[in-house]
């Protein structure tokens, strides 16, 4: 195991764990999206979900990445502002 | 343009929605209820002679020589002291006034030296003019009696002096300190023809005083006695330009005034929004760093970094970076390659960069150094409130009730904006300081915080989720901010979280070490003591929950509502001069400029059909990802502009490995800084004053930066970017930076209305500007978040993984000093290290007793990381089990000894909590050594002609 790998599941687990206040399905979306939205391809491919060091809502959160595509938006990270509405912007 | 001074108003403007009426000399004028005679005057254009007056402090009235008539007022009074009434009739210039002026000058002129053709303010000095004004011609008592001429200068400041002997004892530097700069370093000892000016030491000097070097007692001298070296060395200026400070987030803003193609002297512009007239030390006197022998100006080349550099030109260089990337490309695929923008850089430099990585490369493996300092700002900002900035502008400061100082310390990295909130502090606002150490604002002079919470490191969630257990407990949450800003079910979701008993402050009182009344006390201040504002720096993103805290400052604030008005608000103080803007223009691997996820297919297409190319859907590695990426073989390749990671960025060793592993690094800046030393190409670039472009400061502030002189390394840094774009083939042809800047409008609905015609006319503008707000908006969230409602998220505290022990049982945190920027590439290279010589270790007197160090010893500071060694400075501004160091100076390198730990959400390095042990020690450790050995050899430069 390359420290590379070693580190993925370290990010993986600690994005779960910041997640723990959910329930365990909600918190595995999370992490999810987390995922899906922040790592790059080759860091998503680098682990396959089997690992036995993830927790298990970090594992959970692989096998919806790979078999359920992407999740909806949880961390509401990712919803998109309609720009210029009523005095807001996107502004980012 | 020519060279005239900054008009000078007298006495301050006074804010007022009452005018009042009356007639100067003849003429009619309006001004604002409280305005003085003096500055009414002023306003149309009447010059009434002053010398103890300045708009930059209340006025005195000491000199006596501003008197004037009024209409049915007995004597004559002193227009700086005297309010304007409805329908005064004022005269300024009568014979009486004459003659009375006239006695007063030659008072003044008698204690003089007349050496006024040798004396570097000759042409620049109020005296001097006064003098004119009212006609002085002769002295009547001669220069026979006691006087003051003959008084050694001290000149212990580095950038500036003090003549004893041209002082005429205005007591304006003192007010400025006091009033402007807040220090309160000066004092006028002595009374009457006795009294003088004194920094108030025993050596009674300006370096060993309490002195900030701000630079505020300089600008407000009407004479010579306080004046800037650089003036005394190359003459008045001839010309100036008004331009940005490239330090720090604070973005002032400063007339560079220029006698030919020398910088004479940056003079804060007293128009600037952000500074309104101020400065610190860095921007104000450390530039000198532009002309430093060190920099390098011409392009080189290696083929590998056990070789001596090669001096190259311009087009080898880049045809030789081209021809490289263009291989491993081919040979690795486009997500071999990345790049990093700058923070130092302009907006227009960064966007290109971004896009010459997205749009050239073809991978999305940019980022940027707020990945170190703010990436945690972005995500938290973004998920609560839909936006990555701060709420508020600067002037909002003056409308808070209470402000609470969260893991920042801005006397010393935001001194110019720390200067504004402590006049507030001074009027009254409460403080509450939330940081490990007792920084300067904790007890300052007339300043003393109501609470300060002095942390465990690392606990900051624990602690925001304790406060906010008060509020909601008590019944303190303003229930109607709630219901019809924010999103309901969330906010219950959170509120049933931290009711719970476990979050109570009793409960976490040994995680956090803070006192649970104390911290009582805090959070009933902050929901019932008025407006409350909140300012956070990097002590509160610097962890491995960084992001959690800040959306916990974010849950505060909005269960208090305190969003949405000036006085409130969440406020990130920024780091570098252009965090703020990296961000903005696209800089993170996920996100196009505006902040738009790069998986978004409609945003992805506006920029595919402008720049004519197709963009990678997926995001990119970040800054540590492209390490371990190069470490495993499947990252090769790098263009760096303007950053330093292998001082700025954790665990050392790692970020060498990570370098070391490519097959080609691209470095662009101003020195060859540590990055370089394993980079096969080196760009020169050029520094804030060689360009043009923008800057965008903490609040959101779009700024220009002008070029003053010609780049010394021939080529601003957008035109460097852009000859590596065409050498790839991407035929860019753009000719200033108005023009990158109008793309950047065209593809960024926060700047839609940003024009750099527009800039220039107006001086600075907030973002959004836009339709719904065609003007900028100094506050946001005002009717509405971003998001539409603001969202509440539990932050559960998780500990970090990073742990004290037996073996490393102290906790190490690490910041900047006042005198110093970031990694200090450019301030080591200037005066400033009069302040600052070297990084030293702060430690409690009963840590360092324990392990038999005193002040001034060397140290091995070790972690499960690496060691290094530097001397102690044993103090009780931190606590015991707490030791603290600045990371400015390389040959400490105290990145060796930062984990690799990082934000949960973002990656941004936990700097600010590290476990180390901290021993006596005689001398450089291994690593220190080795690495002195590897910097010496691979800045070799070759001065062999290439065959
Ligand atoms: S040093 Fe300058 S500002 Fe200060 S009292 Fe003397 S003349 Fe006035
Ligand atoms: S430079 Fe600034 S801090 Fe120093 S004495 Fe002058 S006003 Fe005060
Ligand atoms: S470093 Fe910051 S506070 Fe100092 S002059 Fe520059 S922008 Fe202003
Ligand atoms: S300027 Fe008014 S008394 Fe000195």
Not at chain 2, 3 to 29: C, H, M, N
Request: proline content about 5%.
């Amino acid at each position: 195991m390359s420290n590379t790998h070693a580190r993925l599941i370290y990010m993986a687990n600690q994005i779960a764990r910041n997640f723990s206040a959910l329930d365990h399905e909600a918190a595995a979306m999370a992490t999810a999206d987390h995922i899906q939205q922040f790592w790059d391809p080759r860091m998503k491919a680098g682990i396959s979900g089997d690992e036995p060091d993830l927790s298990p809502v970090a594992a959970r959160a692989f096998v919806i990445l790979r078999t359920e595509g992407e999740p909806p938006p949880q961390t509401r990270a990712t919803v998109f502002n309609p720009v210029d509405e009523g005095g807001r912007s996107d502004a980012g | 343009m020519g060279y005239a001074k900054q008009p000078d108003f007298g006495t301050p403007e006074v804010r007022s929605d009452r005018t009042v009426t009356l007639s100067i000399d003849g003429r009619e004028v309006t001004v604002p209820e409280g305005t003085s005679v003096m500055r009414a005057a002023a306003e149309i254009g009447g010059d009434i002679p002053k010398l103890c007056a300045t708009d930059m402090v209340k006025s005195f009235g000491s000199c006596r020589l501003c008197l004037v008539e009024v209409e049915g007022m007995r004597g004559t009074p002193a227009s700086c002291t005297t309010p304007v009434t409805e329908g005064m009739v004022v005269k300024t210039q009568t014979p009486r006034l004459e003659k009375l002026r006239r006695g007063v000058m030659e008072l003044y002129i008698s204690d003089h030296p007349l050496d006024c053709l040798t004396c570097s303010a000759n042409n620049d000095c109020e005296l001097q003019d006064a003098a004119a004004d009212v006609g002085l011609r002769d002295v009547r008592y001669g220069y026979d009696g006691a006087h003051h001429l003959g008084q050694a200068p001290d000149v212990s400041n580095p950038y500036f002096l003090f003549a004893p002997d041209k002082c005429i004892v205005c007591s304006r530097c003192v007010r400025a300190c006091d009033e402007v700069q807040g220090t309160l370093a000066l004092t006028v000892d002595g009374r009457g023809f006795a009294s003088k000016i004194s920094a108030g030491t025993t050596e009674d000097d300006f370096l060993s005083s309490e002195c900030v070097s701000c630079g505020a007692c300089v600008q407000a001298c009407p004479t010579s006695a306080l004046m800037e070296k650089s003036v005394k060395e190359h003459g008045k200026p001839e010309r100036s330009v008004v331009t940005t400070c490239a330090y720090c987030g604070v973005g002032c803003t400063f007339r560079a005034e220029m006698r030919g193609e020398q910088l004479v002297r940056m003079v804060p512009w007293k128009e600037g929004k952000a500074n309104r007239g101020h400065s610190c030390v860095k921007g104000r006197f450390a530039w000198g760093y532009a002309n430093h022998k060190d920099r390098i100006t011409s392009p080189m080349i290696r083929d590998s970094i056990d070789e001596p550099w090669r001096e190259v030109s311009w087009a080898e260089a880049i045809s030789y970076a081209a021809g490289r990337l263009k291989d491993i490309r081919a040979e690795h695929g486009a997500r071999a390659l990345g790049g990093i923008t700058s923070s130092r850089c302009t907006n227009e430099e960064t966007f290109l960069v971004q896009k010459l990585v997205r749009g050239g490369f073809g991978s999305n493996n940019v980022d940027t150094c707020a990945r170190v300092c703010h990436s945690p700002t972005g995500y938290g900002l973004k998920t609560t409130f839909g936006t990555s900035a701060g709420t508020q502008d600067f002037d909002s400061v003056e409308h808070s009730d209470v402000i609470l100082v969260i893991g920042a310390n801005p006397t010393d990295a935001h001194p110019v904006f720390a200067s504004r909130m402590k006049r507030r502090l001074r009027q009254g606002a409460k403080l509450i300081v939330i940081d490990p150490r007792r920084i300067d604002l904790v007890r300052s002079p007339h300043i003393e915080a109501a609470h300060h919470l002095p942390l465990q490191p690392g606990t900051n969630v624990a602690v925001l989720t304790a406060m906010a257990h008060v509020i909601v407990t008590e019944g303190l949450v303003d229930a109607k901010f709630v219901q019809e800003r924010c999103e309901v079910d969330a906010f219950e979701d959170w509120a049933r979280f931290v009711s719970d008993e476990s979050h109570s402050p009793e409960r976490l009182e040994p995680v956090t070490r803070v006192p649970a009344e104390e911290l009582r006390a805090a959070a009933r201040l902050f929901a019932t003591g008025g407006n409350g504002a909140i300012y956070y720096g990097l002590g509160v993103t610097e962890h491995s929950q960084g992001s959690s805290t800040v959306m916990a400052i974010a849950n505060l604030a909005m269960a208090t509502g305190n969003i949405g008005r000036p006085g409130v608000g969440v406020n990130p103080l920024r780091g570098q001069n252009n965090v703020q803007g990296a961000c903005d223009m696209g800089s993170f691997p996920h996100e196009l400029s505006g902040y738009r996820h790069i998986s978004d297919a409609e945003t992805r297409a506006l920029f595919e059909q402008d720049w004519g190319v197709t963009l990678d859907a997926e995001p990119g590695l970040r800054i540590n990802n492209m390490l371990d990426a190069a470490c495993d073989g499947t990252f090769r390749a790098i263009y760096i502009q303007g950053e330093d990671i292998l001082q700025s960025d954790p665990d050392t060793k790692h970020v060498a490995a990570g370098l070391e592993a490519m097959d080609c690094v691209i470095v662009h800046d101003l020195f060859l800084n540590e990055t370089a030393n394993y980079a096969h190409v080196f760009l020169p670039g050029s520094t804030f004053l060689e360009k043009d472009g923008t800057f965008t400061n903490a609040e959101r502030r779009i700024q220009p930066v002008r070029r003053v002189m010609d780049p010394a390394n021939g080529y601003e840094d957008w035109q460097v970017t852009q000859l590596l774009a065409n050498a790839m083939g991407l035929g860019w042809d753009y000719g200033h930076p108005s023009e990158i800047l109008a793309e950047i409008a065209r593809l960024t609905p926060t700047f839609a209305g940003v024009t750099w015609e527009r800039l220039c006319a107006v001086g600075s503008l907030q973002w959004p500007v836009n339709e719904a707000n065609p003007d900028g908006a100094p506050v946001m969230h005002i009717d509405g978040f971003v998001r539409g409602k603001g969202h509440f998220v539990v932050t559960e505290y998780v500990p970090t993984d990073e742990k004290t022990g037996p073996r490393f049982p102290l906790l190490l945190t690490t910041g900047r000093i006042l005198s110093h920027y970031n990694v200090g590439a450019q301030t080591r290279r200037t005066a400033n290290t009069a302040w600052h010589p070297e990084d030293l270790l702060e430690m409690h007197p009963v840590d360092a007793e324990n392990r038999g160090l005193k002040d001034g010893d060397w140290a091995r500071l070790a972690s499960r990381k690496g060691e290094t060694t530097l001397r102690v400075k044993v103090t009780e501004r931190v606590a015991p089990g707490v030791v603290y160091t600045t990371f400015h100076h390389p040959e400490t390198q105290a990145n060796v000894v930062t984990t690799d730990y990082s934000d949960w959400a973002t990656n941004c390095p936990e700097y600010k909590v590290t476990a180390v042990q901290v021993a006596p020690s005689n001398g450089p450790t291994d690593w220190q050594e080795d690495y002195a050995d590897l910097s010496e050899r691979s800045r070799r430069i070759s001065h062999e002609p290439a065959e």
